[in-house]
């Protein structure tokens, strides 16, 4: 329901999350916040670009598959591809014993960009260690089949 209070929510999640495991360096938490705005800017690939940005930042040094995907691409005239920033960030999440992501307003990205998205969401929290929340309207229930939900 617009208006309910989900992007609170979130940010407040992702602030209470940093706080109580700032000093647990085995603890990853990376998060989004969509904008229907900025849909264009918001393609499968560059999502999961932000996680591993953020799951980076509590590392010691730069992990090596992340520092490959930039050594490939840092002269190519694109952007790194969905299935590279998918294997770099396997990578990242494995170095954790604990992951959690933060997904705000997913409803808001373009639908194929969504599909994929949560595609390789669905991989991630399958995976031992990885927890995922994730805020929508309701009109994306079939999106998350087979997880739990509530509403807002």
């Keep these: 329901m617009p208006g309910a209070g989900k992007t609170i929510c979130s940010a407040i999640l992702v602030d209470d999350l940093m706080t109580h495991f700032e000093e647990k ?4 938490i990376g998060y989004l916040y969509c904008n229907f705005n900025r849909q264009g800017e918001q393609r499968a690939q560059d999502l999961l670009s932000s996680l591993v940005m953020h799951l980076c930042k509590k590392r ?9 995907l930039y050594k490939r691409y840092k002269t190519a005239p694109m952007r790194p591809r969905f299935g590279d ?6 990578f990242v999440i494995a170095l954790y014993s604990k992951v959690l992501i ?4 997913l409803d808001e990205c373009e639908t194929t960009c969504r599909t994929r998205f949560l595609g390789e969401i669905g991989k991630i929290h399958a995976g031992p260690g990885a927890n995922v929340f994730a805020t929508s309207r309701p009109t994306e229930r079939n999106s998350f ?8």
């Design 85 to 90: 920033v998918s294997k770099a960030l396997t």
């Design 145 to 152: 089949s087979g997880v739990d939900w509530f509403i807002i």
């Design 60 to 68: 010691t040094s730069v992990p090596v598959a992340v520092k490959d």
């Design 25 to 28: 360096p085995d603890v990853g």
């Design 102 to 105: 933060v997904i705000d307003a």
